[in-house]
């Protein structure tokens, strides 16, 4: 196969004039610009804030509580906030893949139950993907999915609602309580009674690490085998355990500087509920990657340092820093064009996120060169503070969301080489 | 143009030809992109761009972009195109004009006026670029009959910049076809070298360059005359036309060095073309000029073109 033809994508006028709200909003708010803070700056308060806007599930349908808005309006929000700085990261994954997963493969109750929540920026998700024992090689995933009710599943995702047909408004108490305190995403009381009598139907058991921002999370979506006898990408499904739960421990694994935003997360029979099809698994994960990998969150960690280098020490260096972020810019746009048409460029998407995540170490050296400071993550010089987070995360840029070595893998996979 | 497609087919025919501008000319290609009432082709510049990337993807060696470029630039001053490869010298005196000692006619751009002159009436001092193309020193000898012209030296050096990208785009998403076929075809220790990870990461590495440049390039083209748009286009080009002809070179083996074989028309070009109307060093230096409120440079060009800011 020949390399694709990406065509550039061009920003519908509402897309420009959404990115001069954003900036308003930016300018005036209060927050430390970070490297790295759509994973490690998470701020629940300033993701209502959001939410408030109207900047969350933008995507989404606006019978479900979403703002009926295109992929590139999203694209123009996101990249604002990215290059602000801004601690985005409490809320990220629910905006960027739980949404369109649970519009995608959710039942009506639960696009109900989760999506107006996701939206008002008050229930975020977390992602159980990687086990002690699986890492790049995901398919190999043990953790268990096991049935709790006799119940045949194949009708489950559309199965007949108990519930009223109209979206059930926000239980009384949600505004009341503390950004810090564990919710629940709302259900009426006949589906919670429902929910808890036979736990969705499913137990899970066991084990998933590296989970960001667990610890914040009011739901976390988990990769688990759910046919025993299937190997590999047979008989893995999704499902959806809210948090807190009964039999989930989530712990701390602390980072390189000691922060906290990775989890160990343990299932011990915890109840959960299927997410799609039974046996999608590995499909509906796959074509999440798509959105998963190409987005401005792959080769803007570090633009904080960016942009203090073309401000205080412009030049060649920072020239072609700038050059090659326009060029990735483009690139994700386009496949962020390409995905708002209803392809999955799976191949680009997968080159963006290698490329971009290089770009993103790649500033660190020139920022190192040219400001002329040490990193240090509790100096009083911001540039100081900025290129330590930056160093230290730097590792996790081209690890998370599939290494660029397997990304590679996939490219030359999609170039049909031998 | 009307067809897109037909334009790409027959661009892709006519340039695979041993000596394909007889046939260019034949077909009217020659003129894509400059406007009728100048004796053009019609068509704009996403036209020819069509036709410079066939000519990179088939290494093919005519004056196509720098007809293209005169073309355009007699065309802004409202003078005749004449029949024939022409080529444009930015000044009295200019080095490394391109093709100049194969130009029928050159164009010649001597501050705020232009002259079409005649090869009798211009010293040349021949050179050449590594892919074999003429690359010629040029003095104008006497006085010019030069008319007033809105196209600036500096107007040419941006737009040969972009023509050159997409030059650049072409030759590369050939060397990257060639090295894919290869890696499948060719068989070491029992299997094809294309099955071993260290060579399919090389083979990802040489897609991503080009796939980026490529990108860039198109998005470039939306904003001709948009200094910024074009300087990282040509960075990002030239930059990738480095990476991929290393690496195309490296999977083909030593097969790849001779020059029966065709990948050398194209990484010879590729080295030629990437330091040709500036390369990545000098795109840099005038990014970091222009680019000290970063994000707002990067931003500004997402959006639709704009309106009529394009006079040539």
């Known amino acids: ?418 | 143009m009307a067809d897109d497609r037909l334009l790409r087919e027959t661009a892709d025919a006519v340039l695979a030809l041993d000596e394909p501008w007889p046939a260019l000319v034949e077909a009217g290609l020659a003129g894509v992109g400059v406007p009728e009432e100048a004796g053009g082709s019609g068509g704009d510049l996403a036209d020819a761009a069509v036709l410079l990337r066939a000519q990179g993807y088939h290494g093919a060696a005519v004056p196509l972009a720098e007809t293209l470029l005169a073309g355009r630039l007699l065309a802004a001053a409202a003078l005749p195109v004449p029949p024939g490869p022409l080529t444009v010298v930015p000044g009295r005196s200019a080095r490394r004009v391109p093709w100049a000692r194969r130009a029928h006619r050159l164009v010649v751009l001597d501050g705020d006026r232009v002259a079409v002159v005649a090869p009798d009436d211009v010293e040349t001092v021949p050179g050449t670029n590594v892919a074999g193309e003429p690359r010629d020193d040029v003095t104008v000898r006497g006085e010019l009959a030069a008319v007033p012209c809105p196209v600036t030296a500096g107007d040419v050096a941006l737009r040969g910049a972009l023509l050159r990208s997409v030059q650049l785009t072409g030759a590369m998403r050939r060397a990257l076809e060639l090295t894919v076929r290869h890696a499948g075809e060719r068989e070491q220790f029992g299997r094809p070298v294309g099955r071993f990870q260290a060579v399919r990461q090389q083979l990802a590495e040489l897609a991503g360059e080009a796939a980026v440049a490529d990108v860039a390039v198109r998005a470039a083209l939306r904003t001709p005359g948009d200094v910024f748009a074009v300087a990282a286009a040509k960075l990002n080009a030239s930059r990738a036309a480095g990476a991929v002809a290393d690496l195309a070179h490296q999977v083909h083996g030593a097969i790849g060095v001779t020059s029966e074989h065709p990948l050398g028309a194209l990484t010879t070009r590729l080295w030629a073309w990437r330091d040709e109307f500036g390369g990545e060093a000098h795109w840099a230096r005038r990014l970091g000029e222009l680019g000290r409120v970063p994000w707002e440079e990067v931003t500004r060009t997402g959006g639709p073109p704009p309106e009529g800011a394009t006079v040539w």
Not at chain 1, 231 to 250: A, I, K, N, W, Y
Not at chain 1, 304 to 326: E, F, H, Y
Not at chain 1, 328 to 335: D, G, K, T, W
Request: proline letters at 8%.
């Open chain 1, 1 to 418: 196969m020949a390399l694709p033809e990406l065509e550039p994508a061009v920003l519908p006028p509402e897309a420009e004039r959404l990115r001069e709200e954003v900036r308003g909003f930016l300018a005036a708010a209060r927050f430390e610009p970070r490297c790295d803070s759509w994973l490690t700056g998470a701020d629940p308060a300033f993701s209502r804030e959001l939410g408030a806007r109207g900047w969350l599930g933008i995507t989404l349908p606006v019978e479900y509580g979403g703002h009926g808005r295109s992929a590139l309006e999203r694209f123009v929000v996101i990249e604002e906030l990215l290059a602000a700085g801004a601690p985005v990261a409490a809320h990220w994954i629910a905006d960027r893949q739980m949404g369109p997963s649970l519009l995608a493969h959710g039942t009506p109750e639960q696009k109900r139950r989760f999506l107006p929540a996701i939206a008002r920026g008050e229930c975020f998700f977390a992602i159980g993907m990687s086990e002690p024992d699986a890492g790049s090689d995901l398919a190999s995933v043990r953790t268990r999915a096991e049935r709790t009710r006799a119940e045949p599943t194949r009708a489950e995702p559309t199965r007949a609602e108990p519930t009223p047909a109209e979206p059930t408004p926000a239980e009384p108490t949600r505004a009341e309580r503390t950004p810090a305190e564990p919710t629940r995403a709302e259900r009426t009381p006949a589906e919670r009674t429902r929910a808890e009598r036979d736990g969705g139907g499913w137990r899970l058991t066991g084990t998933k690490v590296w989970t960001s921002g667990a610890h914040l999370a009011h739901a976390i979506v988990v990769l688990a085998r759910s046919t025993p006898s299937a190997t590999r990408h047979d008989g893995l499904s999704q499902f959806v355990v809210e948090l807190p739960s009964d039999g989930v421990t989530v712990r701390p694994i602390r980072g390189l500087s000691g922060e906290h935003h990775f989890n160990e997360v343990v299932f011990d029979g915890a109840p959960a509920e299927l997410l799609g099809a039974e046996g999608a698994g590995w499909r509906q994960v796959t074509a999440e990657l798509a959105y998963e990998r190409s987005g401005p969150e792959r080769f803007l960690s570090t633009f904080a340092l960016v942009r203090l280098v073309c401000s205080v020490a412009p030049g060649a260096a920072s020239g072609r820093l700038l050059g090659r972020l326009w060029a990735l810019r483009q690139a994700s746009l386009a496949v962020a064009g390409a995905l708002a048409e209803g392809r999955a460029p799976e191949l680009e998407a997968a080159l963006v996120k290698d490329l971009g995540t290089r770009f993103e170490r790649e500033v660190i050296d020139v920022a190192r060169d040219r400001l002329g400071v040490e990193p240090d993550p509790v100096s009083p010089d911001p540039a100081a503070r900025l290129l330590a987070q930056a160093v230290v995360q730097a590792p996790g840029f081209t690890l998370r969301g599939g290494t660029n070595e397997i990304l590679r893998g996939i490219v030359a996979r999609a170039l049909e080489v031998g």
